[in-house]
């Protein structure tokens, strides 16, 4: 797989060189995340790229290469901020998994959808589903879908219980299923229960039903028939 920080360091240097040039300095030495100086820099880094010139198809091929199912959701002082945190992350070693967690807890909202939505390009991320499964209890909306939407880490790294809870959070916000990231692949039996008793109760209550709910627990599609067995090479 391509290395996800120099093609960042290619996107924001044909943008702004000298943006280019001060992640450069930040990445060859990273101060560890949730140190004051690394929460600086990730304060610094949002005021960076504004009125930069959007991705093009080329670049979002790219980065949906290296892991990022939208890349045109993605403003480019995120992209920004994920150069920083994967080479921040990579120098923390075991520690990487608390460092990034005391960072989330003392970041505004914008960083910590940043470090949501930044998960899945991290070095060995299956260390930090703890965060992002707690992360999907914000009452934070925007913080809740950069876990929840257009995000592939919870389909390759939460828990069935925590995926279950997150689509059933998605329905109950109003966020379109459409947007969660692999659900046709983890819908499972649980879920679909978990979904009909939460129908039976928004009924119950007198309450409408959301339609995304109606369609998670819509019948399956039949298998299509198998083709019959090839004759001519018997």
Request: proline fraction near 9%; charge should be neutral.
């Amino acid at each position: 797989m391509q290395p996800l920080q120099p093609v960042i360091n290619a996107l924001v240097a044909a943008r702004d060189p000298d943006s280019a040039a001060w992640l450069a300095s930040i990445t060859t030495a990273p101060p560890l995340p949730g140190s004051p100086a690394f929460m600086r820099a990730f304060a610094m880094a949002g005021r960076r790229l504004r009125g930069a010139t959007a991705l093009s198809d080329g670049e979002q091929a790219v980065l949906r290469f290296l892991g990022i199912a939208r890349p045109d959701c993605w403003p480019l002082q995120r992209l920004l901020r994920a150069g920083m945190l994967a080479a921040a992350v990579d120098a923390s070693g075991d520690e990487a998994a608390a460092r990034l967690t005391s960072a989330f807890r003392t970041s505004d909202n914008e960083e910590r959808a940043t470090i949501l939505q930044s998960l899945v390009l991290l070095p060995s991320p299956d260390r930090f589903a703890p965060l992002a499964a707690d992360a999907c209890r914000s009452s934070v909306q925007p913080v809740f879908e950069a876990i929840a939407a257009d995000n592939g880490f919870p389909a390759s790294h939460f828990t069935d219980l925590a995926f279950n809870q997150m689509v059933l959070k998605a329905v109950f916000t109003g966020l379109a299923l459409a947007r969660v990231v692999g659900l046709e692949l983890r819908t499972t039996a649980v879920l679909r229960r978990m979904a009909a008793d939460f129908r039976s109760e928004r009924r119950a209550a007198g309450r409408p039903v959301p339609a995304d709910l109606d369609a998670l627990l819509a019948d399956p599609p039949d298998a299509p028939p198998c083709a019959p067995p090839d004759s001519s090479h018997r």
